[in-house]
């Protein structure tokens, strides 16, 4: 298959079983979640999810302080997919500051490997 560079979409050019992966560094800031879903042809197949629980079990409360979670994701799916399919990320911010991060340290990837027939 081929990611076109302009739509960042994997577009399958034979049919078979494929290994689909996606790996980001996630933030999800104050309290907030971040989550990246994988598709084909607009279903969703796949969630990677980065949030914090401040639910505490003992005092059944739930922590007023505001915390930041920063954390390595990956999705690592086999999917069968057919010639023509559309396979692609979206990125959900729940919050107005979470987010996906991306340079030398933190490199975001996406790629689909054709397995077998």
């Known amino acids: 298959g081929l990611v076109d560079i302009t739509t960042g979409k994997f577009n399958v050019q034979r049919d078979g079983t494929y290994r689909l992966t996606f790996t980001s560094r996630m933030s999800a800031m104050n309290g907030q979640t971040i989550r990246a879903d994988m598709y084909v042809n607009g279903v969703r197949i ?10 505490d079990t ?8 505001i915390l930041d979670l920063e954390t390595s994701n990956t999705l690592d799916l086999l999917y069968n997919l057919t010639a023509g399919d559309e396979v692609y990320m979206m990125i959900d911010y729940v919050g107005t500051t979470s987010l996906i991060q991306s340079s030398m340290n933190y490199q975001i990837f996406f790629t689909g490997e054709w397995i077998r027939t």
């Open 46 to 55: 796949g969630r990677a999810s980065a949030s914090l629980d401040t639910f």
């Open 58 to 65: 003992q005092t059944n409360t739930s922590s007023s302080t």
